[in-house]
């Protein structure tokens, strides 16, 4: 059974600094990409960064500069550092993992597995 659980997501003000961990579970976690999507209400879920199986990083523009993703194959955990926060960027953020290797997508149907989520206000 593949877990994706999500941790790290709370209130901080325009400026400040969050890490997300997403902690995987039940899958061969060094080969799958693994990405960053978000959420607000009523609106549809965004990419937001992902990392390939080797490393490769790719970036939204709306946080290209701001935010950096990494892995850690050993703990079978990714994050995403976002740093510089605005208001804008409050939303539900999901981990998700995606197992094919030969193509990094953007487009969260290709992903195979989902973690619920977890909070990211941050207040103007």
């Known amino acids: 059974q593949v877990q994706l659980v999500e941790s790290g997501g709370g209130l901080v003000q325009a400026g400040g600094s969050l890490r997300l961990s997403c902690a995987a579970s039940g899958l061969p976690f060094s080969s799958y990409t693994m990405a960053w999507f978000r959420q607000v209400t009523g609106k549809e879920r965004e990419f937001v960064a992902a990392?390939?199986?080797?490393?490769?990083?790719y970036y939204a523009d709306s946080v290209k500069g701001r935010f950096t993703i990494a892995r850690d194959n050993a703990k079978n955990t990714v994050y995403l550092q976002m740093n510089s926060l605005k208001p804008e960027d409050t939303a539900v953020y999901h981990c998700?993992?995606?197992?094919?290797?030969?193509?990094?997508?953007?487009?969260?149907?290709?992903?195979?597995?989902w973690g619920q989520g977890t909070q990211v206000t941050v207040s103007s």
């Open positions: 990392v390939s199986w080797n490393g490769n990083t």
């Open positions: 998700a993992a995606d197992g094919t290797v030969e193509v990094v997508t953007t487009d969260q149907r290709e992903y195979d597995y």
